[in-house]
T-cell receptor, first 110, second 113 residues
C-alpha cells in the first residue's frame, strides 16, 4: 500500500469495448491486490482480488493481472456494459492500514 | 447479516457543533477504519483500529476523534464541526489488518453550514 496511484483518472469507452485501469504502489511488502467498485451513492464493494503468488485471475468479464517486480497491477474489463459505469479503486495491502488508490471514473456509453 | 451499519445517513450541522457518527459491524472483524470522500475525490483515511482498545491516525485525522471499546463499534467524533468537514463519510471493516476483503457501510453525508 502506502503511495498508491491509479491511471487513468477518467476513462470513457463505448459499450462493448475493453477497459484497463492500472494501479502502482510503493510498498514492497504488499501481498494482496483487490479492486473495488463504487456505484453512485454507495460504498465501495470488492469485485476481484489476487494474491501475490498468482499472476492473473479472471472472473467472467473482469480480470486482474499482477506484476510484483514492477509494483503494479491492472484491472481489465472486457465487453463493457453501461452498468460497468462507476468509480474503481485499487487497495494493495500487506500488514498495514488500508489505503485506497486515487480512483478511476469509468463511463461506458451505449 | 447486517454487515456494516452506519448512522445517520444524512446530517446537517452548524459550525462549532459536535456530533458522533456511528459505525457497527456484526462480522467479528478486528480491523475497522473511517474514510472521508469529497466530491470527485478518492477515499482518504481518517482513523483506523486493529482491535478493541487500539486506534491510530490515518492521513487526515485533525478534527476527529475515535475510540474502540468493543469489537463491534467504532464511532467517529467531530469535536467542533467546520465547513471543511462537509463530506461523505464511510466506515469499513475487515477480518484482519492483512490481506482480506474490506466491507463498507452505506455512508453518512455530512453538511456543515
Amino acid at each position: 500500500g502506502e503511495n498508491v496511484e491509479q491511471h487513468p483518472s477518467t476513462l470513457s469507452v463505448q459499450e462493448g469495448d475493453s477497459a484497463v485501469i492500472k494501479c502502482t504502489y510503493s510498498d514492497s511488502a504488499s501481498n494482496y491486490f483487490p479492486w473495488y467498485k463504487q456505484e453512485l451513492g454507495k460504498g465501495p464493494q470488492l469485485i476481484i482480488d489476487i494474491r501475490s503468488n498468482v499472476g492473473e485471475k479472471k472472473d467472467q468479464r473482469i480480470a486482474v493481472t499482477l506484476n510484483k517486480t514492477a509494483k503494479h497491477f491492472s484491472l481489465h474489463i472486457t465487453e463493457t456494459q453501461p452498468e460497468d459505469s462507476a468509480v474503481y479503486f485499487c487497495a494493495p495491502r500487506g500488514f498495514q492500514k488500508l489505503v485506497f488508490g486515487t480512483g478511476t471514473r469509468l463511463l461506458v456509453s451505449p | 447479516n447486517a454487515g456494516v451499519t452506519q448512522t445517520p445517513k444524512f446530517q446537517v450541522l452548524k459550525t462549532g457543533q459536535s456530533m458522533t457518527l456511528q459505525c457497527a459491524q456484526d462480522m467479528n472483524h478486528e480491523y475497522m477504519s473511517w474514510y472521508r470522500q469529497d466530491p470527485g475525490m478518492g477515499l482518504r483515511l481518517i482513523h483506523y483500529s486493529v482491535g478493541a482498545g487500539i486506534t491510530d491516525q490515518g492521513e487526515v485525522p485533525n478534527g476527529y476523534n475515535v475510540s474502540r471499546s468493543t469489537t463491534e463499534d467504532f464511532p467517529l467524533r467531530l469535536l467542533s464541526a467546520a465547513p471543511s468537514q462537509t463530506s461523505v463519510y464511510f466506515c469499513a471493516s475487515s477480518y484482519s489488518i492483512a490481506r482480506t476483503e474490506a466491507f463498507f457501510g452505506q455512508g453518512t453525508r455530512l453538511t456543515v453550514v
